[in-house]
């Protein structure tokens, strides 16, 4: 959807808007699906729990509301785990959860505001569009690949500027010997 004389319409090319290899960078808002209210930005997203449906996020709006009942989970996934419920301030649909005690294999979204993805939909500062946040991937960029990246780019540096210093003491050792 984009925004078009303050109606929200839908996009027919969502597919080549939400490539995988730029979503990670992509500026964008996440939404509550029923009443539109602002929940978060992709600034504090750190990525996907793809076994929940959920979006990592480390800050979210105060549209979000924390449930200060916590619940125990019984069954699939959240089984033995004690988290939050959070809901819309708004329209008191139900968004996702915090967790605070997790078994081993959940215990890296400790902490993390939980956004269920059916839930929640994107509007794409870029292209001023509203997409389902199912249609986007939230997975980022591995560690070791950035490190990786930077490396490069910090050696691509040093030997320009290991360049720039040999021409200046060319250019020393030239004007002294002109003098």
């Known amino acids: 959807m984009e925004f078009e004389q303050s109606v929200l319409v839908k996009r ?18 996440l939404h509550c699906q029923q009443c539109k209210s602002i929940l978060a930005d ?10 929940l449906e959920s979006i990592m996020c480390t800050k979210v709006t105060d549209g979000v509301i924390v449930s200060k009942m916590m619940t125990s989970g019984n069954k699939g996934e959240m ?20 967790l605070h005690s997790t078994p081993p294999r959940l215990a890296v979204a400790r902490f993390f505001f939980l956004l269920n993805k059916a839930n929640i939909s994107c509007y794409i500062l870029d292209s001023c569009s509203m997409v389902k946040a199912l249609a986007v991937s939230f997975d980022v960029k ?6 990786n990246e930077m490396k490069k780019e910090f050696e691509a540096q040093l030997d320009q500027m290991c360049h720039i210093k040999r021409r200046l003491a060319d250019i020393r050792v030239s004007s002294t010997l002109d003098k």
Request: charged share 20%.
């Open 79 to 98: 089984s033995n785990c004690i988290y939050s419920s959070l809901k819309c301030r708004n329209c008191h649909c139900a968004l996702g959860r915090v």
């Open 12 to 29: 027919e090319d969502v597919a080549k808007l939400l490539s995988s290899e730029t979503v990670y960078k992509q500026q964008m808002t």
């Open 142 to 147: 591995p560690l070791q690949e950035s490190l």
């Open 42 to 51: 992709s600034r504090g997203v750190s990525g996907e729990l793809k076994s």
